[in-house]
């Protein structure tokens, strides 16, 4: 038991010394947020322009920084006492009222009593020791006086608050984030500079679970501190940023953030070079090969000037292959190469993505798995933010892999993590497990939009060719009322309930009008600008719905029936009729394609015959180009010719004969799709006549697939969270060596923590919807991380791409 | 150079083998405007103002220096030059410092370390793996340490140092390499040699599909060509691959047509209206611009636009593309309809085919319902409507489709046979077309009628 703390006092420590080496300002913004960043920029203005001197400047935001770092730390392990929490308690009010005070003595005129403000930060300073002298040098306590005694100083604060100085315009920023601050509820204050630390004390009294969004900001602080080291912030840069970057890096930083970081121009990355303005110039690209090739070729070509810098950074890894092509070309003397990977971007409340769009081919298609590192990585560094992952069951080769990538991780970084494990259970899966529930039309308002508007990280546009600045509509439930609201939804209902939602909303707004001038007052100021901001969102998702029926008329309602069909395995003939006739005609290559997978992942591959008849009807209609695309197809395992082996023999022989021969050819026996969906039920059973209805009105996972279909992920994660025991039997027996359960005796099994599901190779939006259904049934929270989300037509469009770069 | 070597370059090479009397030096001679005896007599004079005494041959020096060192070596007293260990000249420094450079590279660092400096990304050195075997157990530490960059990073090593066949050996046993392998020299467009290397590995199939890859990456103009190359080269050696072999015969066949078929028609002068009548149910079609490269059915579909009537024996025939190329009827029919409904032109005759008794029929058995839908969108004629309607199965089929395409005529026709009254007192009521409303009328007066409602 000693041994134990013995260890935490040491890694403490260590933690305590890494941070004083690393006091910048971005660190502290992994703590706190983003005002506070332009907060402590505006102090430490301040400060400058009071000591015309910028060391004594930068030394004071310094301490700052490093008293609010220290103090966190200590709060997130949990090292204070119930007295020194109620001491932090009375220090919250007395900051809160300081904050208030400076506020008021800033805006209402002549009201500023010096006498009163230093007796007020002296409280608190003195407060503030009691709390950390237990656990904090003298050299901290010492930092502590320095900047209290700063600010307190009579003199600074006489010149500072006095009317039409010098000082009105900085001080006039810092007193509008501390209005914001208040208008977002967030009255832990930021006043002068170390009011920071009131937030730190927030954490720890209010704010025990820490927020997901946390990993933006782990990312965030990432990429900024990225590029401060490639040039100071003060070295003007220019930003060439590849596509399929930009909707991340904007969710991850923002352009604001970046410009402080001394980003000046920005451009997308074409074929021609950009208009450079500044001699510091960077490349921000996926690293993917053929993009890197091109760019490398791009500055062997380019006039080499000593005086310019190009620095590459490629997310999430500069790939070996990548270096050698920078390499082979000789543009190393001016290039440097500049690995950067984000954690999970949080792309809604509980939707994680790491946005690799080229995961699915690279490591399913041509199984060169080299991004598994860095999702191993990423998982490792979600868990130093919420803690290990007592429990993990992986489903699948390469969640296999990546679990022991992480174990490789852990051992080679060791990195601090907390001691308490928010999220009790990682369950983690392949792809190419459930086809299922890519080749199916989703039938979720989100899914939907998904096929039809192609979702990219989070938004999708609304004019069809998608253009630049077209309309477009950000997919969020937490900024976005209506749309949390009807994410999940089967699409039959989402038209009544947004016209609901209109009707209510223009009520509101007349009500209101006939209120006195008061309330009117009150109301316009809150509930109009809530109400109009809805009524807009409103407008956007009923243009949404009516550009999907557009695309869908007369052709959705035909396919339905067909899926359920073909998973009900009735009608077969028909279904290949439908095919031939749909290719004879070239309608739709991308839905044709999801058609034939679907029979064949159902029927196990197609019979010789049926095979080459599709084969070549889909080459003569489509194009004799797609040979490599049926191709593909073939090798994931979704367009196949039937073994003529793998006839079982199991129906034949008696059920504990069938068992024996299985367990013993587990390995090279692959179990065939239908029998799985069987064993683990996820045909739902239609006993009932209401079978359709209850199916849309969302009481049982299928109806994300219109109640023919319960996406796999949602049995496996149900069975997992069984108490005590995980029901996971039928799931060995389909999945054999594939299947890996973790060690269920840990305590932790039973408890009730978060669970992260984990998808590698992507998620549809409606395996996400069931399991969001699965969090309410349970009173869990689960939350989904991805490496990217993905689509039936989204999909087949990549495999058809004439040249699949990864 | 150094001038003393250079002089005893050129005494040595005079001492060691000029004869004056053979006849190839007569040639020789004189390269730097003295003959070879003349320079060795300079330097035998250089030499001797230098006191280095005269050796016979280099060879022979090295001889005897061996000599006298190995004899110092062994009995260093008897020796008759000293070597004294306190002072190596500087040369010998050098030399010795060389030397043992060499005996450092015979020392191989451990394969795990340097698998996990790879993986740490910290710097690392591979050119110590000089021997195949610490290579192959390079490889398979790699592949053991599961990270894939990792592999690449090694694989890359033994693709400059190894013969691509020994590598290839070694993948044949090495899945997971062989893969990353493959993905790379994909990535270096090195599609012949993944193409060996899945030959290699016993998959003719993805080997084939390398090649043609290959092909069609390099663009359109030289396809055929590039195409007819492989067919005749490599794909010749491959095994079991009937289907993408016949798949590879179809496409050259294709391209050899299409490109005379946009020749053979003269483009308009101004550039052709983007035809904007499509249907959500069939392909987009080709105009002459795209036809090359276009799919078989599309080449088809322009063929029946442009070059409906061409004899069979022309490369833009319908029907000889139909034969050539094994058309199933209902590809045929389709394309057929699509390209003479957008020419603007009466389809009926080739939807239509003699059924039993001599009836007319639907050809390929199409359904008649999709027809009517593609028409609609493709804004076919109305008197296609009224051939088409009367074919369908039921009367309440019929009555849905002629109600929704408006074919008053039909709609009232079946009302009469239902002897609906009612039904056809409301649609009456709906319509404005004044014919359809006295024929309404007319039939209403007609007293022998016995109506059901």
């Known amino acids: 038991m000693s041994d134990n703390f013995r260890a935490r006092d040491i890694a403490l420590k260590a933690q305590k010394k890494i941070l004083s080496r690393m006091s910048t300002k971005g660190v502290a913004k992994v703590f706190v947020d983003d005002r506070m960043g332009s907060l402590l920029d505006n102090v430490y203005r301040l400060c400058k322009t009071y000591t015309q001197n910028k060391k004594e400047s930068e030394k004071i935001v310094k301490n700052i920084i490093k008293i609010v770092t220290k103090i966190s730390l200590l709060a997130r392990n949990e090292q204070f006492t119930q007295e020194e929490l109620a001491t932090a308690s009375d220090f919250q009010n007395k900051f809160h009222k300081a904050a208030k005070t400076v506020i008021s003595f800033f805006e209402v005129d002549f009201s500023y009593d010096q006498k009163f403000l230093t007796q007020l930060l002296t409280e608190c300073r003195n407060l503030l020791k009691q709390i950390v002298q237990r656990h904090l040098t003298d050299k901290s306590l010492g930092r502590i006086d320095l900047v209290f005694g700063f600010f307190s100083n009579p003199a600074f604060l006489d010149i500072v608050f006095k009317k039409n100085s010098e000082y009105n315009e900085i001080m006039s920023k810092i007193i509008s984030d501390m209005h914001s601050a208040l208008d977002q509820g967030e009255l832990c204050i930021f006043g002068t500079d170390c009011f920071s630390v009131s937030k730190i004390k927030n954490n720890i009294v209010f704010n025990e679970i820490m927020d997901i969004e946390n990993l933006r900001q782990s990312s965030q602080f990432r990429l900024l501190s990225l590029l401060t080291k490639i040039a100071p912030n003060g070295v003007l840069k220019d930003l060439v940023i590849h596509e399929d970057l930009m909707k991340p890096i904007d969710l991850v930083s923002g352009a604001r953030l970046l410009r402080e970081r001394g980003v000046d121009k920005m451009f997308k990355l074409s074929s021609v070079a950009p208009p450079w303005k500044n001699s510091v110039r960077l490349y921000l690209i996926p690293s993917i090969y053929a993009v890197a090739e091109n760019v490398a070729w791009h500055l062997k070509q380019s006039e080499t000037d000593k005086m310019i810098a190009y620095h590459i950074i490629v997310v999430p890894k500069v790939l070996n292959v990548i270096h050698s092509v920078f390499e082979s070309l000789g543009v190393l003397d001016f290039v440097t190469l500049h690995s950067y990977s984000w954690d999970f971007i949080p792309l809604d409340s509980n939707l994680l993505s790491l946005e690799f769009h080229q995961f699915f081919n690279a490591s399913f298609l041509k199984e060169e798995n080299s991004l598994l590192t860095s999702v191993a990585k990423a998982l490792m560094s979600f868990e130093c933010l919420f803690g290990k992952f007592p429990c993990v069951t992986t489903l699948g080769e390469k969640s296999h892999r990546v679990h022991k990538l992480l174990g490789t991780w852990q051992g080679e970084i060791r990195p601090p993590f907390p001691e308490e494990s928010d999220f009790t259970h990682l369950i983690m899966i392949d792809r190419n497990i459930d086809f299922a529930s890519l080749l199916l039309t989703q039938l979720t308002y989100e899914g939907v939009l998904d096929e039809n508007l192609k979702l990219k990280s989070g938004f999708v546009y609304l004019d069809t060719d998608g253009a630049e600045g077209s309309q477009r509509l950000m997919l969020n439930s937490t900024s976005d009322e209506i749309y949390s609201e009807i994410k999940g939804k089967h699409i039959s209902l989402v038209f009544q309930h947004l016209s609901k939602k209109a009707k209510e909303l223009q009520q509101r707004r007349e009500i209101k009008n006939t209120d006195s001038i008061e309330e009117m007052k009150v109301f316009v100021s809150h509930d109009l600008k809530k109400i109009q901001s809805q009524q807009k969102y409103l407008a956007l998702h009923i243009s949404a719905c009516e550009m999907v029926m557009k695309r869908q008329a007369g052709i959705l309602e035909e396919l339905l029936g067909l899926q359920e069909d073909v998973m009900s395995d009735s009608k077969l003939k028909e279904y290949l009729l439908f095919l031939e006739d749909s290719i004879a005609r070239q309608f739709d290559f991308y839905a044709i394609l999801r058609m034939v997978c679907l029979y064949s992942v159902m029927e196990d591959g197609l019979p010789e015959k049926e095979y080459q008849f599709l084969h070549r009807q889909l080459l003569q209609a489509y194009g004799y180009r797609h040979l490599s695309t049926l191709h593909y197809l073939q090798r994931l395992g979704l367009f196949r010719q039937r073994d003529s082996k793998s006839l079982s023999l199991e129906p034949l022989l008696p059920d504990r004969l069938a068992r024996v021969a299985q367990v013993t050819s587990l390995k090279s026996e692959r179990v065939p799709f239908r029998k799985i969906c069987q064993r683990l039920n996820l045909f739902p059973q239609n006993e009932s006549s209401d079978a359709n209805s209850s199916a849309k009105s969302g009481q049982h996972p299928s109806y994300v697939f219109g109640g023919i279909y319960t996406p796999l992920i949602y049995q496996l994660v149900e069975k997992c969270l069984k108490e005590k025991e995980p029901n996971l039997g039928d799931f060995a027996r389909c999945f054999g060596n594939n299947l890996r359960i973790g060690d269920y005796s840990h305590p932790q099994w039973g408890a009730r923590g978060k669970i992260l599901v984990c998808f590698l190779g992507g998620v549809t939006l409606a395996e996400a919807a069931s399991l969001d259904l699965l969090s309410r049934q349970l009173g869990r929270h689960i939350v989904v991380a991805t490496t990217s989300t993905i689509s039936g037509p989204a999909l087949m469009e990549s495999i058809a791409c004439p040249n699949i770069d990864t | ?453």
């Not at chain 2, 016993?202 to 599909?209: L, V």
């Open chain 2, 1 to 453: 150079m150094d001038k003393p070597e250079d002089e005893k370059y050129w005494s040595s090479s005079a001492t060691k083998g000029f004869d004056f009397n053979s006849e190839e030096n007569e040639y020789s001679d004189e390269i730097f405007g003295a003959t070879p005896w003349q320079t060795a007599q300079l330097s035998k004079q250089v030499q001797q103002q230098q006191n280095i005494p005269q050796q016979s041959s280099p060879t022979s020096v090295a001889h005897t220096k061996l000599s006298v060192s190995l004899s110092s070596l062994s009995t260093s007293s008897n020796s008759s030059l000293k070597f004294t260990v306190r002072q190596p000249s500087k040369q010998c420094e050098i030399t010795c410092k060389l030397l043992s450079s060499t005996v450092n590279d015979e020392t191989v660092s451990s394969p795990k370390d340097v698998v996990r400096s790879i993986f740490l990304g910290m710097s690392y050195d591979l050119s110590c793996f000089k021997k195949l075997n610490d290579k192959i157990v390079l490889l398979d530490e790699a592949v053991k340490f599961g990270d894939s960059d990792v592999i690449c990073a090694v694989l890359l090593f033994l693709q400059k140092s190894l013969h691509h066949l020994v590598l290839f050996s070694l993948l044949k046993e090495r899945h997971v390499a062989a893969r990353e392998y493959i993905a790379i020299l994909e990535k270096q467009k090195c599609f012949k040699e993944a193409a060996m290397l899945c030959t290699e590995l016993q998959n003719s199939k993805e080997a084939t599909i390398h090649l043609y890859n290959s092909c069609l990456r390099e663009g359109e103009q030289n396809l055929q060509l590039l195409l007819e190359q492989i067919n005749k080269n490599e794909l010749k050696n491959l095994k079991q691959i009937e289907v993408e072999f016949e798949v590879i015969k179809e496409h050259i066949q294709l391209l050899e047509r299409q490109c005379p078929i946009a020749g053979s028609r003269s483009r308009p002068q101004q550039p052709e209206k983007e035809n904007d009548r499509t249907s959500p149910f069939v392909g987009k079609s080709v105009s002459v611009d795209n036809l090359v490269g276009s799919s078989l059915l599309s080449t088809l579909q322009y063929c029946c636009r442009y070059n409906w009537d061409a004899p069979e024996n022309l490369l833009a025939s319908p029907m000889g593309l139909k034969k050539t190329f094994r058309l199933t009827e209902r590809q045929f029919v389709w394309n057929a309809f699509i390209g003479r409904i957008l020419m603007n032109e009466d389809p009926i005759q080739i939807l239509l085919v003699k059924g039993m008794f001599g009836a007319p029929k639907i050809s390929a058995n199409l359904s008649i319902s999709r027809i009517l839908e593609i028409a609609s969108n493709l804004n076919g004629k109305p008197n296609l409507f009224d051939q088409l309607l009367p074919l369908t199965e039921t009367s309440e089929k019929r009555y849905q489709l002629a109600k929704r395409y408006q074919r008053h005529r039909i709609v009232i026709d079946v009302l009469i046979s239902n002897k609906d009254r009612i039904s056809l007192l409301q649609y009456r009521d709906s319509i404005d077309d004044q014919r359809e409303i006295d024929y309404i009328n007319n039939t209403l007066r007609v007293s022998s009628t016995r109506w059901k409602n």
